[in-house]
């Protein structure tokens, strides 16, 4: 996809933010909802542009990472900071910076403003939630705040849309303004410093046209050089190579850090304590605290919402709402949306001849497209709830309650409604985990959601279940076998997902644990257009970038089962009895009494002549071709053949195999009818050598823990490969699951063929 | 000296200083746990960690061995 840039005949501002500040809500109240989103090359970092109209003025927005800080330790951090210096050509340099502060939380806030300030860029600040601050008693002096901080202070509530118009009259009256770099809130000693690094690494800089364009390197850089003790600054801005420079330049940081510490300004401590110190100063006379602090709504809710029985209760409560919900409410969505997609396969059958054309549209355009479609009601229930919780405050809260039982399998709290979400459908989950801001962390979380046993599972499990598993009960009826084998595919994919995640942090993604230090934000009720806008945000993102690739990969599975449409072959074998009971049937009355007979037999007809023409097409031969491979598995060809095309989405493995036994194409797995039929001639079905039964219950249990474990689901890729950035990930994904599935079905299998006889 | 991670429920104390120099302090410095402010342990996950702390008039949450990096003289 080609990244949007910025013309420069428009100004461009900047927005940045703590997390939990309502930066979305301001973005989308600023620039609407045409956005434009991308990602920046090489990171995983989300790039986001809107535009406005200034006064005529014509105006970019670009909507920069959540973050406490200013202070880049890796690539994704460092996006932030580049771009507020203007030193990525893709969004050009920057006009003016919106920074918005939580007025609830202002000390805290604050410190980033003081990094933004620094910068040396035009800035107006954003005041939001100035009606939780006055909930909680605080009375704050905007006034006093704009000039003790000598930008322009707006007083908004973003969910509401006040104060936008003032905001934009603000940043108007700022394009035409100086930027005035304010006096620095670090002791003189650490100011010294700075200035001699600076001076010392000028001639260096012109060396290197690469880095800089031959300009010394920007003072907030420095600043950062001498604070950042980690060493990513270092050989970002200097190089990883090592020049004559390099070892002065590494000597004369630690030489100057000593220095520091003699003088009682250690780094990094010193950045701290002077910018806090400097927002105390600012805070002066602006923030009128009431005597004693008032307990808000917000302090009961969070005592009962964390209090150790009641919290526990209330979020396992929470999370099966959501989960029932999720089910029960997008069930009629999906039934409807599956009745007209059939509806419409059949209209488009109809009114076409028969033929290569209308395959392709019937089979593989409407089909798998609208196999993947079926699942959208869910993900946009999904996508609703994740966005209640994030809105009114949950979220954190639920990390928080979860931390210490992921930490366990090396991960967050903030892993856990990703991948709980996981079990519904993948793709809300994977995008979910944009909270999660350790990249590592975030890879782990992707790269094992799929493991949970999502809803396209599901009618692969029940239907395999109900047809082989027998109906027996233990401990007194309280336990049904069937209930038990579908728990535990359940908790084999919980358990898969937990030992992958732990050996992925300790390889592939290994590195410290990421500190679990985050703000807990207060409850709010949340606002319904900004949860029903961040709904529709990511459904659209999902159908649109899923959509096309999708569509090809139906495409590509229908044309591997249609071709080659060897006519002859199959004509000459089945064509002339099919001819002859089409004859018959033209030739009886209507009401004629053998008609209902023949009819069937016509069906059964065309449904093996169907069957045929699968055969010996590409997927029929691949399936046999791959045969002697999914053998161990207890697999015959045909098995096989329909895991194939059930590549794009893994409950088409039903309809596929019903097409293979001769059911013809328009099975419904979700009907009690078409489920006894499938499992009729599963259960008839028998090895093209031996004439041996085919199924029993090591095969359908080895199916069934290859589709608990494998990456059947295109979409689920796209969406990794989306959010990753890079086509790195969703191959991994892909290979890693396969052979886990291969793996674990043929341990199934090859158990299940030596035990005693159930 | 006493550690943050030591503080029972409900008791409070004044950071005196942040332990090591690495990415987790560099974290609880900027999140506001700076020497001389006052902080207040409200409470803890139903798991027993992490921690729920209030300081500068907003709620943090820090784990055990994290809150372990704060030396504090309560109060």
Same mark, same amino acid.
């Given at each position: 996809?080609?990244? &949007?840039?910025?013309?420069?005949?428009?100004?461009?501002?900047?927005?940045?933010?703590?997390?939990?500040?309502?930066?979305?809500?301001?973005?989308?109240?600023?620039?609407?909802?045409?956005?434009?989103?991308?990602?920046?090359?090489?990171?995983?970092?989300?790039?986001?542009?809107?535009?406005?109209?200034?006064?005529?003025?014509?105006?970019?927005?670009?909507?920069?990472?959540?973050?406490?800080?200013?202070? &880049?330790?890796?690539?994704?951090?460092?996006?932030?900071?580049?771009?507020?210096?203007?030193?990525?050509?893709?969004?050009?340099?920057?006009?003016?910076?919106?920074?918005?502060?939580?007025?609830?939380?202002?000390?805290?806030?604050?410190?980033?403003?003081?990094?933004?300030?620094?910068?040396?860029?035009?800035?107006?600040?954003?005041?939001?939630?100035?009606?939780?601050?006055?909930?909680?008693?605080?009375?704050?002096?905007?006034?006093?705040?704009?000039?003790?901080?000598?930008?322009?202070?707006?007083?908004?509530?973003?969910?509401?849309?006040?104060?936008?118009?003032?905001?934009?009259?603000?940043?108007?009256?700022?394009?035409?303004?100086?930027?005035?770099?304010?006096?620095?809130?670090?002791?003189?000693?650490?100011?010294?410093?700075?200035?001699?690094?600076?001076?010392?690494?000028?001639?260096?800089?012109?060396?290197?046209?690469?880095?800089?364009?031959?300009?010394?390197?920007?003072?907030?850089?420095?600043?950062?050089?001498?604070?950042?003790?980690?060493?990513?600054?270092?050989?970002?801005?200097?190089?990883?190579?090592?020049?004559?420079?390099?070892?002065?330049?590494?000597?004369?940081?630690?030489?100057?850090?000593?220095?520091?510490?003699?003088?009682?300004?250690?780094?990094?401590?010193?950045?701290?304590?002077?910018?806090?110190?400097?927002?105390?100063?600012?805070?002066?006379?602006?923030?009128?605290? &009431?005597?004693?602090?008032?307990?808000?709504?917000?302090?009961?809710?969070?005592?009962?919402?964390?209090?150790?029985?009641?919290?526990?209760?209330?979020?396992?409560?929470?999370?099966?709402?959501?989960?029932?919900?999720?089910?029960?409410?997008?069930?009629?969505?999906?039934?409807?949306?599956?009745?007209?997609?059939?509806?419409?396969?059949?209209?488009?059958?109809?009114?076409?001849?028969?033929?290569?054309?209308?395959?392709?549209?019937?089979?593989?355009?409407?089909?798998?497209?609208?196999?993947?479609?079926?699942?959208?009601?869910?993900?946009?229930?999904?996508?609703?709830?994740?966005?209640?919780?994030?809105?009114?405050?949950?979220?954190?809260?639920?990390?928080?309650?979860?931390?210490?039982?992921?930490?366990?399998?090396?991960?967050?709290?903030?892993?856990?409604?990703?991948?709980?979400?996981?079990?519904?459908?993948?793709?809300?989950?994977?995008?979910?985990?944009?909270?999660?801001?350790?990249?590592?962390?975030?890879?782990?979380?992707?790269?094992?959601?799929?493991?949970?046993?999502?809803?396209?599972?599901?009618?692969?499990?029940?239907?395999?279940?109900?047809?082989?598993?027998?109906?027996?009960?233990?401990?007194?009826?309280?336990?049904?076998?069937?209930?038990?084998?579908?728990?535990?595919?359940?908790?084999?994919?919980?358990?898969?997902?937990?030992?992958?995640?732990?050996?992925?942090?300790?390889?592939?993604?290994?590195?410290?644990?990421?500190?679990?230090?985050?703000?807990?934000?207060?409850?709010?009720?949340?606002?319904?257009?900004?949860?029903?806008?961040?709904?529709?945000?990511?459904?659209?993102?999902?159908?649109?970038?899923?959509?096309?690739?999708?569509?090809?990969?139906?495409?590509?599975?229908?044309?591997?089962?249609?071709?080659?449409?060897?006519?002859?072959?199959?004509?000459?074998?089945?064509?002339?009895?099919?001819?002859?009971?089409?004859?018959?049937?033209?030739?009886?009355?209507?009401?004629?009494?053998?008609?209902?007979?023949?009819?069937?037999?016509?069906?059964?007809?065309?449904?093996?002549?169907?069957?045929?023409?699968?055969?010996?097409?590409?997927?029929?031969?691949?399936?046999?071709?791959?045969?002697?491979?999914?053998?161990?598995?207890?697999?015959?060809?045909?098995?096989?053949?329909?895991?194939?095309?059930?590549?794009?989405?893994?409950?088409?493995?039903?309809?596929?195999?019903?097409?293979?036994?001769?059911?013809?194409?328009?099975?419904?797995?979700?009907?009690?009818?078409?489920?006894?039929?499938?499992?009729?001639?599963?259960?008839?079905?028998?090895?093209?050598?031996?004439?041996?039964?085919?199924?029993?219950?090591?095969?359908?249990?080895?199916?069934?823990?290859?589709?608990?474990?494998?990456?059947?689901?295109?979409?689920?890729?796209?969406?990794?490969?989306?959010?990753?950035?890079?086509?790195?990930?969703?191959?991994?994904?892909?290979?890693?699951?396969?052979?886990?599935?291969?793996?674990?079905?043929?341990?199934?299998?090859?158990?299940?063929?030596?035990?005693?006889?159930? | 000296?006493?550690?943050?991670?030591?503080?029972?429920?409900?008791?409070?104390?004044?950071?005196?200083?942040?332990?090591?120099?690495?990415?987790?302090?560099?974290?609880?410095?900027?999140?506001?746990?700076?020497?001389?402010?006052?902080?207040?342990?409200?409470?803890?996950?139903?798991?027993?960690?992490?921690?729920?702390?209030?300081?500068?008039?907003?709620?943090?949450?820090?784990?055990?061995?994290?809150?372990?990096?704060?030396?504090?003289?309560?109060?």
């Amino acid at each position: 996809m080609k990244s &949007p840039t910025i013309a420069r005949s428009t100004i461009t501002v900047a927005l940045i933010g703590n997390p939990n500040t309502g930066k979305s809500t301001l973005f989308t109240a600023l620039a609407g909802v045409r956005q434009r989103v991308g990602n920046y090359p090489g990171v995983t970092v989300e790039k986001k542009l809107g535009s406005l109209h200034l006064s005529g003025q014509a105006c970019q927005v670009v909507d920069l990472p959540g973050t406490y800080s200013l202070a &880049p330790r890796s690539p994704d951090e460092m996006v932030a900071v580049d771009v507020l210096l203007g030193r990525r050509a893709d969004v050009g340099p920057i006009d003016i910076v919106l920074s918005i502060v939580d007025a609830s939380n202002l000390e805290r806030n604050l410190y980033l403003v003081s990094q933004v300030l620094e910068l040396g860029v035009p800035t107006v600040v954003a005041l939001n939630m100035v009606d939780i601050a006055r909930a909680r008693g605080l009375a704050i002096d905007v006034e006093r705040l704009s000039t003790q901080l000598n930008v322009p202070v707006v007083e908004v509530q973003a969910n509401r849309h006040r104060g936008i118009a003032e905001l934009k009259a603000a940043l108007v009256a700022a394009i035409s303004s100086n930027s005035a770099v304010p006096e620095s809130p670090f002791p003189t000693e650490f100011q010294r410093e700075v200035t001699h690094l600076q001076s010392a690494l000028a001639p260096r800089m012109r060396d290197e046209e690469s880095t800089c364009g031959g300009e010394a390197m920007p003072r907030y850089l420095v600043e950062r050089l001498l604070l950042d003790t980690s060493g990513y600054l270092q050989s970002e801005l200097l190089g990883n190579h090592h020049s004559p420079g390099e070892a002065d330049v590494a000597a004369e940081l630690k030489a100057a850090r000593g220095r520091l510490a003699a003088a009682g300004s250690p780094v990094p401590a010193v950045e701290a304590q002077a910018r806090y110190a400097w927002v105390a100063q600012v805070l002066k006379g602006v923030i009128a605290r &009431p005597a004693e602090r008032v307990t808000t709504r917000s302090d009961r809710i969070d005592r009962i919402l964390t209090n150790k029985f009641w919290g526990t209760l209330l979020f396992v409560l929470a999370m099966l709402l959501v989960f029932s919900s999720v089910f029960v409410a997008a069930e009629p969505a999906m039934k409807a949306i599956d009745a007209v997609i059939g509806k419409l396969g059949q209209a488009v059958g109809a009114a076409m001849s028969e033929g290569p054309l209308e395959s392709l549209l019937v089979d593989g355009v409407i089909g798998g497209v609208g196999s993947v479609l079926v699942f959208l009601p869910q993900i946009l229930m999904l996508f609703f709830f994740l966005a209640i919780l994030e809105d009114c405050g949950y979220m954190a809260r639920a990390a928080y309650l979860m931390d210490k039982l992921m930490v366990r399998v090396g991960l967050s709290g903030k892993s856990f409604i990703p991948l709980l979400s996981s079990f519904a459908c993948a793709i809300p989950g994977v995008m979910a985990t944009r909270v999660i801001e350790n990249r590592r962390d975030r890879l782990t979380t992707i790269l094992v959601a799929p493991l949970m046993s999502c809803s396209a599972r599901l009618p692969v499990y029940t239907v395999l279940i109900g047809a082989f598993i027998p109906r027996r009960t233990f401990a007194g009826g309280l336990l049904q076998l069937q209930g038990v084998t579908l728990f535990t595919l359940y908790l084999l994919g919980i358990v898969t997902a937990a030992l992958v995640a732990l050996v992925l942090k300790k390889t592939l993604l290994r590195g410290p644990t990421p500190p679990f230090v985050m703000e807990l934000p207060s409850y709010k009720w949340p606002s319904p257009s900004t949860v029903l806008y961040r709904m529709g945000e990511r459904g659209w993102s999902f159908v649109r970038r899923a959509g096309t690739l999708i569509l090809a990969v139906s495409v590509i599975v229908w044309a591997a089962s249609y071709y080659p449409h060897n006519a002859e072959v199959v004509e000459e074998n089945l064509g002339p009895e099919r001819d002859a009971l089409t004859a018959r049937l033209v030739q009886l009355d209507t009401g004629a009494a053998e008609r209902a007979g023949l009819e069937d037999q016509k069906a059964d007809m065309d449904h093996a002549i169907a069957a045929a023409y699968q055969r010996q097409s590409i997927l029929g031969r691949m399936g046999r071709t791959i045969e002697p491979a999914v053998r161990p598995l207890g697999w015959d060809w045909r098995i096989g053949c329909a895991v194939i095309a059930s590549f794009p989405a893994r409950e088409v493995v039903m309809g596929a195999l019903g097409v293979i036994y001769n059911l013809g194409k328009g099975l419904d797995v979700g009907d009690q009818t078409d489920q006894d039929r499938l499992a009729a001639r599963m259960h008839a079905a028998r090895w093209d050598d031996s004439q041996a039964l085919v199924y029993n219950i090591p095969v359908a249990l080895s199916i069934m823990v290859f589709f608990a474990l494998c990456a059947q689901c295109a979409s689920t890729l796209v969406v990794i490969r989306r959010e990753t950035n890079s086509w790195r990930w969703p191959a991994f994904t892909f290979i890693y699951m396969t052979a886990l599935a291969y793996l674990g079905a043929l341990v199934t299998y090859q158990v299940g063929m030596r035990l005693p006889p159930f | 000296m006493k550690l943050l991670a030591d503080l029972s429920v409900g008791s409070r104390a004044r950071v005196h200083s942040i332990l090591g120099a690495d990415e987790l302090s560099v974290r609880l410095l900027e999140m506001g746990l700076t020497p001389g402010v006052e902080v207040a342990v409200v409470g803890t996950a139903p798991l027993g960690d992490p921690l729920e702390l209030e300081l500068r008039g907003y709620r943090l949450s820090v784990r055990r061995t994290e809150a372990a990096r704060v030396q504090i003289e309560p109060l």
